[in-house]
């Protein structure tokens, strides 16, 4: 029997936080047309495989769990694109907690639209600590929260991105756009993100359909070590350290003279703002820093360290 849809869950040394997951994952109410789950284990080497060994799945469910050894999110969805057999393949992340209609709601877009890619709406969850007082809202998208209203439509603005832990793609669509970059995405504990907005920009560049469904709606759980600043700052200076390295290609190693303005005037915000509202206010404009002495230090290197 021909498959509608894939749910791809992948995960790396994430056992704590899988088992909450797989738990929640199994409230969700199924679709109207036939699909299944696939696991991509990402070369764990935590308690991962016994906690999906001993986990009971729902019986009417079709599971299969496979194993990726080549490190890195970005292989492991590239691995979930050939091993599927859903026409649509919807993608989550291993810390997440669906709302029960989650996939019914991709359903209904799916069904009206044809899009060749959705994404939907994520909220944050404080699950074992509280939030810090200086995460202001406008930093709450760096621990995945998207929200692009509550109106259903297409989208065409490359500043209006899906995001990784709640997005899905026609299956045929990868034959047009290729996979995601292996260069893009967390490698075990590197701090390294951005393939999900690449393969955005590139899906509206080729004139893909991408539809929003703010119905289709997962929670992000927060784990306390990312509430700290050290952690935001890491974050944008290996996006600007993979930045940098790509941007250079085969240019000169040595870094473009309008960067150096660029990071003058950014260090120069951050001490005005910090003389005036004091350290909770500023770490937004530190994050600015930390980008640009990433993207130098990729431009100099060309290669992404740690």
Known sequence: MKLAYTVALCTHNHADRLAR?????????????????VIIDNASTDATSAVLERHSWPEEWQVRVLREEKLGLSNARNRAIREAQGEYILFMDDDETPEPDW???YE??????????VGGRIEVLFEDSDRPIWMEDELLGFVGRLDHG??????????T??????FGFRAGVFD?????DPILGRKGGSNVGGEDTEIYKRMLNLGCRVWWVPEAVIHHRIQAWKLSRKYFLDLHYRQGQTEGM??????????????????????WRVVRMRA??????????EMNVAYFLGYINGWFSGTQTG
């Open 103 to 105: 996939l019914q709601a």
């Open 21 to 37: 997951t797989l738990a929640d994952l199994s409230r969700i109410r199924s679709p109207k047309r036939a699909w299944e789950l």
């Open 276 to 285: 005036a509202r004091g350290s909770d206010y500023s770490l937004r404009l």
């Open 150 to 159: 509550p109106t259903a439509r297409r989208l065409t603005d490359p500043k």
């Open 246 to 267: 790509i941007k250079r290609g085969d240019n000169s190693r040595i870094p473009p003279k309008y960067l150096y303005p660029q990071l003058w005037r950014a260090v």
């Open 176 to 180: 047009t756009i290729g996979g995601f």
């Open 108 to 117: 209904r877009i799916i069904v009206d639209e044809s899009p060749d890619a």
């Open 161 to 166: 991105p899906i995001f990784g832990g709640n």
